[in-house]
DNA sequence: CGTTCGATGCACT
DNA sequence: GTGCATCGAACGT
């Protein structure tokens, strides 16, 4: 029982829809095959009032989803090195997103760890964990950008898993409005990532 | 264990 | 030219 989550689930406050997703399943086919894994991090990104947040400054071309309707994904390059992947929440006008940071594997463990790795052993836990990794495991790239997570080849199902219970805290890697508890992640679960913001 | 630091590319001013 | 919602190798303890 797979059920891909409508446009509705994303048209709501972004904490809601942050915690929400957890447990539900992100999914990528692609011609080398599918992969997938349950969502067990996620951070909240809401607004220009948001300091963090990539619509802090004004629509641009590089936020452009974030002011589109939900349900869309916003990827985007970070540090020249990684692509992040992002779920348009809220509603069309309303700048807001949910970043997926860290997925617990389901499906092709190999072919994830082949684009990770090109073939040398990961944990399992390490395989999905952190937003970089998560993408380079499921081959997400800026060719995925703004694509309709309710209705193309990258989208995210409930399947019917029960995560466990989540906390929320402080947002991982930002500079500014360090102290919103805006992430959500299953405890204990070990494929959250747990670095550390830097001064 | 722990912390530091370089890689790397694109959007923005 | 600057700054990043990062990662992991290379150190030190």
């Given at each position: ?55 802090a400054c004004g629509p641009t071309r590089r936020n452009a ?130 670095r550390v913001t830097r001064a």
């Amino acid at each position: 029982m797979a059920v891909v989550l409508a446009r509705e689930f994303y048209a709501r406050p972004t904490l809601t829809v942050a915690e929400e997703l957890i447990g539900k399943v992100l999914v990528h086919r692609t011609p080398l095959g599918v992969a997938s894994g349950m969502i067990v991090e996620t951070e909240a990104y809401i607004g220009e009032d948001d300091p963090a947040c990539h619509a802090a400054c004004g629509p641009t071309r590089r936020n452009a989803p974030l002011y589109g309707p939900p349900g869309i994904a916003y990827v985007y390059l970070n540090y020249g090195i990684h692509y992040l992947v992002n779920a348009v929440t809220e509603g069309e006008g309303h700048p807001a997103a949910v970043l997926i940071r860290a997925l617990e594997p389901i499906d092709n463990v190999r072919l994830m760890t082949r684009r990770r790795a090109g073939g040398t052993t990961i944990d399992v836990h390490r395989l999905c964990r952190g937003p970089g990794n998560l993408t380079r495991a499921l081959g997400i790239t800026l060719s995925e950008n703004a694509l309709d997570l309710t209705d193309s080849k990258l989208r995210i199902e409930d399947r019917g898993l029960v995560a466990g219970p989540v906390s929320w805290g402080p947002r991982i890697g930002i500079r500014v409005a360090v102290k919103r508890p805006w992430r959500c992640s299953v405890v204990g679960n070990r494929s959250v990532s747990y670095r550390v913001t830097r001064a």
